[in-house]
């Protein structure tokens, strides 16, 4: 079993930043990679970052590209996402997600979840 727990949400202005933060417990946390995905009112959970278990390869939905970077210490048992130039359509709760595989944007692929972040952008 995996435990995943998101930290960092909160209330930011359009063009302000966050870091999201998911501690994971539980297996070898660098055995698998991890993935971001969010979820708007009234629109189904969606891709934004994932990342590879060594943290060599990621990748992004284009509409975050430049904006938000994934990152991991795997010492720390914890991913990051580093969210930048936010936008009121970022507004969304943000979950963290692992994968045994690879790295995937599928959201199929992934075995564990995390309970949310909500993350609001006002404009």
């Known amino acids: 079993q995996v435990q995943l727990v998101e930290s960092g949400g909160g209330l930011v202005q359009a063009g302000g930043s966050l870091r999201l933060s998911c501690a994971a417990s539980g297996r070898t946390f660098s055995s698998y990679a991890m993935g971001w995905f969010r979820q708007a009112p009234g629109k189904e959970r969606e891709f934004v970052a994932a990342?590879?278990?060594?943290?060599?390869?990621?990748y992004y939905v284009d509409s975050v590209k430049g904006r938000f970077t994934i990152s991991r210490d795997n010492a720390k048992n914890t991913v990051y996402l580093q969210m930048n130039s936010l936008k009121p359509e970022d507004t969304a709760v943000y979950y963290c997600?692992?994968?045994?595989?690879?790295?995937?944007?599928?959201?199929?692929?992934?075995?564990?979840w995390g309970q949310g972040t909500q993350v609001t952008v006002s404009s």
């Open positions: 990342i590879s278990w060594s943290g060599g390869s990621t």
């Open positions: 997600a692992a994968d045994f595989g690879f790295l995937s944007w599928e959201e199929y692929e992934y075995d564990y």
